[in-house]
């Protein structure tokens, strides 16, 4: 991967050259080379991030004085620089440039802003009986996983019908380990109990292999071959077992009506469509596995000032499946440029061929139009809820004498008991409303603050938000910078916090401290503002209900992080505290011995018993409990 060299970028005169002049001398440096290039405006911020097959014929589109769409002419006309990076394959050149995108965030560039994880289900196999549960993340547990469900709750809802009909066990190894009679599950029959031998070992393996093809998609098989076994049951007389059989049938047509989509000629696939409007772009992702649909999910993408929905598509793809292996089809709603390349590089992700089509009639396409559909009713209530938001924002900068509406609010609050784990925490909203990707957590780690000391804790969260603004972003061109702020508390919780960003040298972002106002009650809140009388909103503002759903919303965050933090104190033991003990260590240590007590007491042959504890490890933890004044 090497740089070009830099032609001259200023005239005869010494001027700067910008636009179309700058690209037309800076083309004959290049050839025609793979590679990646970078526009940059006056003050070198990254307007775009582009790949090219060839360099010097990418360039030169630029480099044309007309003949360009809005978008690209406005970047054009902000160019006041480029950089580019040649590469050995067009591949190679596609990855960097996502990299690129993903890094540096140019405003032309399309850019996928939700990159979560999806969840899965995973069928264990690291035991004797394997477990079933639902897994997020990278695939380190050894299983068979299956997947992605488009949230949660589809996993959820899977899992449930899963249960009634393979009853496969859900608890953990340790819960099944220390199980002396079956537990409730097994009363309502979703569960076969192999804890306490109400199955055997060779019964139980028929069930995850049931389910396991179900997973894959032979529903029919095992619908088939579990109505064989009711109707043996019902001619032998064991009515019992039929209709618990009979139960099973039901559960398994339930999980089949439930995916409401169930394509007969699609076994695997994700379909993928666009619709854009005003400027805006929906894309929905529809993801179908063992023929049937295992839920969708919408996305809003950064069009990049404009792009159409070809470029869309393509960078979604390349953004998209950076963090999750493609599936072996791809059905779009629009052709992409670059398709082959695109293809190649999903293959080279998945380790196996990947298809990309566009469909035009039979299933697959009634499949892109549904998806397509669904973008465009998304899109639609999106642009409505923007509106709202917008008239909502204008009535904030109205009402606390802003001068614009906005763009980024950040919310404050902290949650602790008698001072005791205390936690920080940060929202954040803008023009879309709540941007869940941002909200932050602060763990409050001041030894010398006094329990419930609001001021100090607040002091260590703003300090720490903002120290960490001005390292990254000291010249404040990035969008992590708010508008304004919102503080939980009256006067001196404002005064405290003028204090704090005065030592900070930022002083001119607004804030206001919330208030609860007269007894309490919400709709008499009394807003603070540095230097300025107290004020109020009528109690049927609109804005004043924005700014209660703000705070609501704050607290909320606030509460559920102080609760994770205090169950995962009440959780520790002693074990945490010895170097090589990790979280699957300290498991097979508490399954072994039943507690942390237990472990203190036993002997180094004991401990050496455990399995994935060796003899220097069980002498260290030995030595940990043994030689501690």
């Given at each position: 991967?090497?740089?070009?060299?830099?032609?001259?970028?200023?005239?005869?005169?010494?001027?700067?050259?910008?636009?179309?002049?700058?690209?037309?001398?800076?083309?004959?440096?290049?050839?025609?080379?793979?590679?990646?290039?970078?526009?940059?405006?006056?003050?070198?911020?990254?307007?775009?991030?582009?790949?090219?097959?060839?360099?010097?014929?990418?360039?030169?589109?630029?480099?044309?004085?007309?003949?360009?769409?809005?978008?690209?002419?406005?970047?054009?006309?902000?160019?006041?620089?480029?950089?580019?990076?040649?590469?050995?394959?067009?591949?190679?050149?596609?990855?960097?440039?996502?990299?690129?995108?993903?890094?540096?965030?140019?405003?032309?560039?399309?850019?996928?802003?939700?990159?979560?994880?999806?969840?899965?289900?995973?069928?264990?196999?690291?035991?004797?009986?394997?477990?079933?549960?639902?897994?997020?993340?990278?695939?380190?547990?050894?299983?068979?996983?299956?997947?992605?469900?488009?949230?949660?709750?589809?996993?959820?809802?899977?899992?449930?019908?899963?249960?009634?009909?393979?009853?496969?066990?859900?608890?953990?190894?340790?819960?099944?380990?220390?199980?002396?009679?079956?537990?409730?599950?097994?009363?309502?029959?979703?569960?076969?109990?192999?804890?306490?031998?109400?199955?055997?070992?060779?019964?139980?393996?028929?069930?995850?292999?049931?389910?396991?093809?179900?997973?894959?998609?032979?529903?029919?098989?095992?619908?088939?071959?579990?109505?064989?076994?009711?109707?043996?049951?019902?001619?032998?007389?064991?009515?019992?077992?039929?209709?618990?059989?009979?139960?099973?049938?039901?559960?398994?047509?339930?999980?089949?009506?439930?995916?409401?989509?169930?394509?007969?000629?699609?076994?695997?696939?994700d379909v993928v469509a666009v619709h854009m409007e005003g400027g805006q772009a929906c894309v929905q992702v529809f993801f179908i596995r063992a023929h049937q649909s295992w839920g969708n999910r919408d996305f809003h993408p950064r069009t990049g000032a404009g792009a159409e929905e070809a470029e869309v598509l393509e960078a979604f793809l390349a953004q998209f499946y950076d963090g999750q292996p493609p599936p072996r089809l791809i059905l779009l709603s629009h052709p992409i440029e670059n398709a082959d390349l695109v293809t190649a590089l999903l293959s080279e992700r998945a380790g196996r061929k990947v298809e990309i089509a566009v469909p035009r009639r039979g299933e697959k396409a009634e499949l892109v139009e549904n998806a397509a559909r669904n973008a465009r009713e998304s899109l639609g209530r999106r642009m409505a809820e923007s509106t709202a938001q917008a008239r909502l924002l204008a009535g904030v900068a109205e009402a606390f004498g802003i001068e614009a509406p906005p763009r980024r609010i950040e919310v404050y609050d902290n949650s602790h008991i008698q001072g005791t784990d205390a936690v920080g925490a940060m929202i954040v909203a803008g023009p879309e409303g709540f941007a869940r990707s941002q909200y932050r957590k602060f763990n409050i780690r001041g030894d010398s603050l006094t329990p419930g000391d609001d001021f100090g804790m607040m002091r260590e969260v703003l300090t720490r938000r903002f120290e960490r603004l001005l390292k990254e972003d000291p010249d404040r061109r990035g969008e992590a910078w708010p508008d304004l702020l919102l503080i939980d508390g009256g006067a001196g919780q404002v005064s405290a916090a003028a204090g704090i960003l005065g030592d900070l040298g930022v002083d001119d972002i607004p804030f206001i401290g919330v208030a609860k106002g007269l007894d309490r009650d919400a709709g008499k809140e009394e807003f603070h503002r540095p230097g300025r009388p107290v004020m109020a909103l009528n109690r049927g503002d609109p804005v004043l209900y924005f700014v209660q759903r703000l705070r609501d919303e704050a607290h909320r965050f606030a509460i559920g992080a102080h609760r994770a933090r205090r169950a995962k104190a009440v959780g520790a033991t002693p074990l945490d505290e010895i170097p090589g003990v990790g979280a699957a260590r300290k498991r097979a240590l508490l399954a072994h011995f039943g507690s942390a007590k237990a472990v203190a007491r036993a002997g180094l042959t004991d401990l050496q018993a455990v399995e994935g504890i060796s003899a220097a490890l069980a002498e260290r933890i030995h030595d940990f409990f043994h030689t501690r004044g």
């Open positions: 991967m090497q740089p070009q060299d830099d032609a001259p970028t200023s005239d005869s005169t010494g001027s700067p050259l910008t636009g179309h002049a700058l690209i037309q001398r800076l083309l004959k440096g290049l050839d025609g080379s793979p590679g990646v290039y970078r526009m940059l405006d006056a003050q070198a911020r990254v307007l775009y991030v582009g790949k090219a097959r060839n360099l010097r014929a990418r360039v030169a589109n630029y480099a044309r004085p007309s003949g360009h769409s809005p978008r690209i002419a406005r970047m054009i006309r902000e160019t006041a620089a480029m950089m580019f990076l040649t590469t050995r394959t067009e591949t190679e050149a596609l990855l960097l440039e996502q990299n690129l995108i993903k890094q540096l965030k140019p405003r032309y560039n399309v850019l996928l802003r939700d990159d979560k994880s999806f969840p899965e289900i995973l069928i264990a196999t690291d035991h004797a009986f394997p477990q079933i549960r639902k897994h997020r993340g990278a695939r380190r547990s050894k299983g068979a996983y299956y997947g992605p469900f488009a949230s949660a709750a589809a996993v959820n809802r899977t899992l449930t019908q899963l249960q009634k009909v393979f009853l496969l066990r859900n608890c953990s190894d340790a819960t099944f380990e220390s199980r002396t009679r079956p537990c409730l599950l097994h009363q309502i029959r979703r569960c076969s109990a192999p804890c306490t031998g109400e199955i055997d070992a060779a019964g139980y393996a028929a069930l995850v292999a049931d389910a396991e093809r179900f997973l894959q998609g032979k529903s029919t098989a095992v619908q088939a071959e579990l109505a064989r076994e009711m109707q043996a049951a019902a001619e032998a007389m064991e009515f019992e077992r039929a209709a618990a059989l009979r139960d099973r049938i039901r559960a398994l047509t339930a999980v089949q009506q439930s995916q409401g989509i169930n394509p007969r000629g699609v076994a695997e696939a």
